[in-house]
């Protein structure tokens, strides 16, 4: 293993070893107290290495400054990646294995356990030949999201800390709080962290660059029906568990989550309750193309409007909630962060893909508050579970294209 690779590695098994789940169902923040002290740790080894203006504010966010090695202009450029794990699996008592040099075929996480990566759960495995592999043991998952990021950026600020003829820029650096629950970045104080623009680490495959993301509202379906007793309804009830189950049931088939992937988008409806006074319906509206996501709210308006006039006695509300908007049309506007990174890309041959993700990132609402930030991979894969597994030469590569992107702002 190179010497780049080596010191990603030792940071990763470094910072999976704490626990930072955050917690969905808590109502402070951030969502847990490990955060905080990660935070703290984060910032000790930041200091140590030379990073400066290291900050942890009330809220966990750790920022820090790696200073210009020129006086020519530049961008500040900022480099994010986030601290805490997801709930959805254990992330108690992490303890990452090396797979040096790949060889292809089965690789195994635990014998006891019959678990193994395989082609059908680790597709992209096939292009790791000769790679060093890092899974977690078969108790835990990995952390490499997005501990991998944080290990790849500190690993380039040292890198960049200890060579000063590598001239570039300012560039910030941010660890961030609760990207999992979706709560933590509306916090980040965009404006005092003062980017020009700025990348979030956080992304799987190697190549796979977010640069846009979903239109997304939630709402609310409230029916309020006519109850009496029903063995002398006829021509009197408006039935509300009826009605809800009618409107669902007319939303067409083909513009649901699971009839639908890539760019398409879908109405979600997640959750009912009520009985015969009345019933609530809760649900969300995804989709990438701002006119086509209006038409999507249109089409449940006027499926409302067709069944106020089937059950006239009913009355039907709905009540819209933006939650986010896609980044891609203010990237497009201003353009230096995607123009940067496809070149850094290119420059250190990485064939890449812009995508749009399915679901928000943090990039996103930075972008809305002015900062823009598109998604890069981090080269871990398979999040979220028991089979996350990251390949440190895919690692290597992003921390090479952040290299370039911080060379080449330099004019
Ligand atoms: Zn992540």
Known sequence: MNDLQQKIYNRLVRYVAFDTTSDPNSSVTPTTDSQISFAHQLAAEMKKIGIKDVEVDEYGFVTGLIPPTTDKKAPTIGLFAHMDTVSDYNGHNIRPVLHENYQGGPLVINQAKNMVLTEQNAPRLAKCIGDNIVTADGNTLLGADDKLGIAIIMTLAEHLLTSPQILHGPVKVAFTIDEETGTGISYFDVKKFAADFAYTIDGANLGDIDCGNFNADSFVLRITGKSCHPGSAKGFM????????????????????????????????????????????????????????????????DLLDAKRAKYPAAKIEVEFKEQYRNMRDILRTRPQAMELLQGALQENNVSYRLTQARGGTDGAQMTFKGLPTPNIFAGYENPHGPYEWCSLNWAERVLQVLRSIAQNAVK
């Open 238 to 301: 408006a039935n509300p568990v009826r009605i809800a189950a009618d409107i669902i049931a007319s939303w067409p088939e083909t513009k649901l989550p699971e009839t639908t992937d890539e760019e398409d988008g879908f109405i979600l409806f997640k959750d009912i309750t009520g009985g015969l006074e009345k019933a609530e319906v809760q649900g969300i509206v995804r989709e990438h193309d701002l006119t086509k996501f209006s038409q999507f709210k249109q089409d449940l308006l």
